[in-house]
């Protein structure tokens, strides 16, 4: 595939709010075909380097996806190198309907000539999207009326025709009913054998399930690394969320 060589490589990373250390020196390696989950108690600084990865936090240090070096552009920069995020709540125009929603965030990737040329018909990525996220039943809909995990859904969906090859999701599925939570790893699966997904996650029941690696922080550094069995059966992973 087109992604074949595509991973994020991030070497050294730092970012300091008014003297306070956040992200204290983290290396993080993700390649395309992996389902990393970030995980660590509250304020570990897993968002913060969501953050500097996005062009939202200044940073430090060396952070490269597809070859390009990224630190120091402004997002909209990042977001065309491919890479996309999404936030706790979904941000979604409730009064546009879904096709619209994704119409318009494919206009902000890179193929706005091509669309906007289009007059009629649904454009194959989006028709694929549409497909992929399970909502081409309710295309026409307005984006308002989406149940809770829907709506994440759709947010993905506008990452994937945004033509994001590198996505950062925080917390999918916060919120969500069992079924929901499922629906969403099978759809985070599927995109991850194609693009590269790091997931930030509480629900240790959903890392279990669908998580292909883990990176553990802990004040701003990395505690620990590998399969779920590998940091479980950690014991600096154990002492920091059981307590000493
Ligand atoms: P996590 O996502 O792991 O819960 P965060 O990345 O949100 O952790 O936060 C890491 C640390 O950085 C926390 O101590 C938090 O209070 C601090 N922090 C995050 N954003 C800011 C900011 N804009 N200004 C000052 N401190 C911040």
């Known amino acids: 595939s087109r992604f074949r060589h595509d991973y994020l490589e991030v070497r050294g990373l730092r970012v300091e709010f008014d003297g306070f250390v956040a992200v204290d020196g983290v290396d993080l390696t993700v390649t395309q075909g992996d389902l990393r989950f970030l995980i ?29 070096d ?19 709540t979904a941000s979604v125009f409730d009064e546009l309907s879904v096709l619209q929603n994704l119409d318009i965030a494919a206009g902000s990737g890179r193929r706005l000539p091509t669309l906007l040329r289009r007059r009629s018909g649904i454009p194959d990525e989006v028709a694929q999207a549409l497909e992929t996220i399970g909502l081409t039943a309710l295309a026409d809909a307005p984006a308002g009326v989406l149940a809770h995990g829907q709506k994440q859904w759709l947010e993905i969906g506008m990452l994937l025709v945004q033509d994001a090859r590198l996505l950062l999701l925080d917390e999918p599925v916060a919120g969500m009913s069992h079924a929901e939570r499922e629906q969403t790893g099978q759809l ?13 996650e509480h ?25 779920v069995a590998q940091v479980q059966a950690d014991p600096s992973v154990v002492e920091v969320y059981l307590g000493r």
Do not use: W, Y
């Open 188 to 200: 985070l699966r599927r995109i991850g054998e194609q693009r590269t997904v790091v997931v930030v």
């Open 203 to 227: 629900d240790m029941e959903f890392l279990r399930t669908f998580a292909s690696s883990v990176t553990v922080l802990h004040q701003g550094r990395v505690l620990s690394e590998g399969s």
């Open 70 to 88: 990224l630190v120091g552009r402004p997002a909209h920069r990042i977001v065309r190198a491919g890479v996309g995020r999404t936030f706790q």
């Open 40 to 68: 660590g108690p509250n304020g570990a600084g897993k968002t913060t380097i969501v953050d500097a990865i996005t062009g939202l936090a200044r940073c430090s240090g060396s952070v490269r996806f597809g070859g390009v």
